[in-house]
């Protein structure tokens, strides 16, 4: 084998140098300049990837500060929406429920055939007493606007508002409280508001109560109308069946509001407090 091998070794530099060049030709990798190239195109490539800070709270305080940042935008645009006054209360006495109800009961203009006595509506100054009683409504509280507007800006434009509310939107005594041991939660006598309530929650409880009092109001207002048919007298006692029940439930949501507010933060409490108690006993491990 080692003779066989001796045999077949090159002689002279020359031929050293014919096969150290075949070889070199056959070769698959580069030279040390190109490989030391590619291991540092290959490094930059990672290298500027982005690491982790090292903070892993990080992540959760950026969150608190977006969220911060959102509620106070929100609420923003809650007191710019309440400011406006055209966003208070928008009534047209043209499309009157009960002047529907009185026009489609007359018929058409060229009908000659009397209608028959039990569907033939006509109250003449239903109309006019419900505009003047809505307008009057309307008219306070664009007044209430001005007087709040002309007090000004910080805490006392915002308690004015309070008081604003109060006043345009009446409401009846709350017989139902929150079933919480916290005073704070309790809501209003007067508003039914509480300060644990969402943005949602009090604009459904404003929009029930102007649906009442508009329905009030106009019950009020067909009361005082003399020699109304029977089916009006029909129409206006289901009303305030229906006024009474949507007392009722108003103070149902309120309070279910309420409750569900303050779930949500006694559980939001918690959590953090679950939270911290386990940083601290992870620091405490790593300390031992």
């Known amino acids: 084998m080692l003779t066989l091998v001796e045999d077949r070794l090159p002689d002279s530099s020359t031929e050293w140098d014919e096969l150290a060049g075949v070889y070199n030709q056959r070769r698959s990798t580069g030279t040390l300049a190109a490989i030391g190239a590619g291991l540092k195109r290959h490094f930059n490539l990672y290298a500027n990837i982005r690491k982790p800070t090292g903070d892993p709270t990080r992540l959760e305080k950026v969150r608190k500060v977006k969220r911060a940042r959102w509620?106070?935008?929100m609420k923003v645009d809650t007191e710019k929406d309440d400011d406006d006054p055209q966003e208070l209360l928008v009534i047209d006495s043209s499309q009157s429920v009960f002047q529907q109800t009185s026009l489609a009961g007359m018929g058409n203009e060229t009908d000659t055939e009397p209608s028959p006595p039990l569907t033939q509506f006509s109250f003449p100054s239903v109309a006019s007493?419900?505009?003047e009683s809505l307008s009057e409504v309307v008219q306070t509280t664009l007044n209430n606007v001005e007087d709040r507007e002309d007090i000004g800006n910080g805490s006392e434009g915002l308690e004015s508002?309070?008081?604003?509310?109060?006043?345009?939107?009446s409401c009846a005594p709350i017989t139902t409280t929150c079933s919480t041991s916290n005073a704070s939660a309790t809501p209003n006598r007067q508003t039914g508001?509480?300060?644990?309530?969402?943005v949602s929650a009090r604009r459904r409880i404003n929009l029930d109560k102007a649906i009442m009092q508009i329905i009030r109001a106009d019950s009020d207002a067909m009361r005082t109308v003399a020699n109304v048919s029977p089916m009006h007298e029909m129409m206006m006692a289901q009303l305030r069946n229906d006024s009474a029940q949507g007392r009722t439930d108003e103070h149902r949501w309120e309070s279910e509001y309420a409750r569900r507010d303050v779930e949500i933060r006694d559980e939001w409490v918690r959590y953090e407090t679950e939270?911290?108690?386990r940083r601290?006993?992870?620091e405490d491990e790593r300390e031992e």
């Open 71 to 73: 509620n106070t935008q």
């Open 193 to 198: 508001l509480t300060p644990q309530m969402s």
């Open 280 to 282: 601290r006993r992870d």
């Open 129 to 131: 007493v419900a505009e």
């Open 275 to 277: 939270r911290e108690d």
């Open 161 to 169: 508002h309070e008081d604003f509310e109060r006043k345009a939107i």
